[in-house]
């Protein structure tokens, strides 16, 4: 395609005002569900831009808004706005001013990067080739998530493709990674509960000990990748907490064992729920104890769209960015609700290298932060992406 290096230019020009919108976000931010005053500041940049912003779409703290182009299908953009249940501990001038409560995701930066295009857009609305429909979604960082509520309330009607980035403290600065196909992974929620016969501890042949019970599921479920699942299938079973007990001289009645299952593939997905319930309860059973098995679903599979894909990684290319820096990368572990719009409408998610020089704290890390640099090229390709998608 033909390169567009103005809009790289234009946004660049607007750094300034990108850095300001999200230190202001990064400093007053809201937990997921909580975003009314995120989403009344959105509104009100928006109106700024001589947009006519919707709030409260899907009953949710949800802000669309509309930028008019030719007849047909619309092109649709989206960034969160939630944050986190951490305590900063970054000492930047813009830290959270609200105690237990962080932009530790980096979501403050994609409204501030989609508030930006939306600003690149307006001035260029006549070289659109679609209508564009800005989309800034509460609730990610929680499930069920912002996404559902709002795709039920028509966000996605008439929508040709969507488009959305998230921020990378692990990417250089610069870099766009993304991959077609299955890309962010899809989990459920382990939830199991050993149930015993508790007692004293100097006793223990009058008990049904939940502990080492508990100890040896954990030990067995370490079998399920390793040998339930063919080389080629990707999963990991995690359990990341057990609690028990409430003195040291008492076998407990029950132990509780949290974790995550996480897969790129729903049947995958499917055999390893089905053998961590087979493993759990005949552990259970051999121990003369029981077990209730829960495994809730979480966000699935986020699959990127080839097209619409392969049309992202062109589109940077042609506005300036480092062919070696549009980068094929590893699906991703974490799960992110932009999974639904992917159901939904071809859509495809990308990773921007945000890394800060030095000590790059992962996210979700009490000290984690972003390269603002990011923030022009972020916006830039968002915009980018409205106007030269196909």
Do not use: W
């Not at 007990?245 to 299952?261: E, L």
């Not at 790129?264 to 104890?289: F, K, L, M, N, S």
């Not at 940077?316 to 609700?337: H, L, M, V, W, Y």
Request: proline share 7%; with cysteine.
């Amino acid at each position: 395609m033909t390169p567009d290096n103005d809009l790289m230019s234009a946004a660049a020009a607007a750094h300034e005002q990108l850095r300001a919108v999200r230190r202001h976000l990064h400093a007053n931010p809201e937990l997921s569900g909580c975003e009314r005053e995120t989403a009344a500041y959105v509104a009100a940049q928006l109106r700024r831009l001589g947009y006519e912003p919707v709030t409260g779409v899907g009953g949710t703290h949800g802000v669309t808004a509309e930028l008019a182009g030719p007849p047909g299908p619309c092109v649709a953009l989206r960034a969160d706005m939630d944050a986190l249940p951490i305590s900063e501990e970054t000492g930047l001038p813009f830290a959270s001013t609200r105690p237990g409560v962080m932009h530790a995701c980096g979501h403050d930066a994609h409204t501030a990067m989609l508030l930006g295009a939306a600003q690149l857009l307006r001035q260029r609305q006549g070289e659109l080739r679609r209508p564009v429909r800005f989309i800034f979604q509460p609730h990610e960082e929680r499930f069920p998530g912002g996404a559902v509520p709002l795709i039920a309330a028509g966000v996605l009607e008439n929508v040709a493709s969507i488009f959305g980035l998230h921020i990378s403290s692990q990417l250089p600065l610069g870099v766009l990674g993304t991959r077609p196909g299955p890309f962010m992974a899809g989990l459920n929620d382990l939830d199991i509960r050993v149930i015993g016969k508790g007692g004293h501890a100097a006793m223990p042949e009058q008990c049904v000990d939940p502990i080492v019970t508990a100890a040896q599921i954990v030990l067995a479920l370490q079998s399920v990748v390793s040998r339930s699942l063919a080389m080629t299938d990707l999963a990991v079973v995690s359990v990341t907490r057990i609690e028990a007990g409430t003195a040291d001289n008492v076998i407990p009645q029950d132990v509780r064992m949290r974790g995550t299952i996480r897969t790129y593939d729903p049947g995958v997905q499917a055999r390893v729920c089905a053998r961590v319930r087979e493993i759990a309860t005949g552990v259970a059973a051999a121990h003369g104890a029981a077990v209730d098995v829960r495994l809730d679903p979480g966000y699935p599979v986020l699959v990127n769209n080839p097209e619409v894909t392969r049309r992202a990684c062109e589109i940077a290319a042609a506005i300036g960015f480092d062919s070696a820096k549009i980068q094929t990368i590893e699906p991703q572990g974490g799960g992110e609700d932009f999974a639904y719009y992917c159901q939904k409408a071809p859509g495809a998610f990308a990773f921007l290298g945000a890394r800060v020089a030095g000590d790059a704290y992962p996210h979700h890390h009490p000290r984690f932060d972003v390269d603002e640099a990011a923030l022009p090229l972020g916006a830039a390709l968002l915009a980018a992406y409205a106007l030269h998608a196909a």
